[in-house]
């Protein structure tokens, strides 16, 4: 299932999330411009966790090894990864947006994002390989949406085979079975560690992350849920 668009209004032009949208847009197309010297530049800025603990050494370091794990945030492998990342982060990134707040919500997508960081380099302490993408932030926010926003509708498209359809199912639903895929490739990637190249710990961090930091505000008095 791919999600296309909820059904939730939002009171405000959600500033952050466009300029986030933004910023990961011109970090990609710095990448390109990169040409050769784009994997060193991954090495620097991409989160290596053998480097944040420690335990390895880049021969030109220009990145605090702590600070990579947020400017990994905003650099992408490929088109489909940032197309991907930007599609999930807009649907779902504007509501929670429109609930926390600009500067709270922003502070919250640099939060889940630093914990999905750190899931990842906790699980694989030894791993020389640069870690890169919103994902993990971006899982943070999709948190904070299923508990904010449990019954809120989404339309997705089903595809099966040939068939393609557009249908409307309930954001529990379909975040629940997001994240139950991601406990799968999680424990699955226990086994075989190149499983897809992709950091499914960090998702499960910052998403379990997200749904904790919104739980705790949703019972704030002076946090007023907006259907």
Not at 6 to 14: A, I, N, Y
Not at 75 to 90: A, D, E, R
Not at 136 to 156: D, K
Request: hydrophobic share 55%; aromatic share 16%; net charge neutral.
């Amino acid at each position: 299932m791919i999600p296309i668009r909820d059904e939730l209004p939002t009171r405000r032009f959600p500033i952050i999330t466009v300029s986030l949208v933004v910023a990961n847009v011109v970090f990609f197309i710095y990448e390109l411009l990169l040409g050769p010297q784009l994997e060193a530049f991954l090495f620097q800025a991409g989160l290596v966790p053998a480097v944040l603990w420690g335990k390895a050494r880049l021969l030109t370091p220009s990145i605090p090894p702590f600070l990579t794990i947020f400017t990994s945030m905003f650099l992408h492998g490929n088109l489909f990864h940032l197309l991907s990342n930007m599609l999930y982060l807009w649907i779902f990134g504007n509501n929670v947006e429109d609930f926390l707040g600009p500067f709270h919500y922003l502070l919250f997508y640099l939060g889940c994002g630093l914990v999905a960081g750190l899931s990842h380099a906790l699980i694989y302490p030894s791993s020389t390989i640069p870690t890169i993408g919103a994902s993990g932030a971006i899982s943070g926010v999709m948190g904070g949406y299923l508990i904010l926003f449990p019954f809120a509708r989404v339309l997705v498209l089903v595809i099966w085979g040939f068939f393609l359809r557009v249908v409307e199912v309930p954001a529990a639903l379909l975040l629940g079975l997001w994240v139950f895929l991601q406990l799968i490739y999680s424990l699955t990637s226990l086994i075989s560690p190149t499983l897809g190249g992709t950091a499914w710990f960090a998702h499960l961090g910052g998403f379990i992350m997200g749904c904790l930091w919104c739980k705790m505000v949703s019972n704030r008095d002076d946090y007023q849920v907006y259907w």
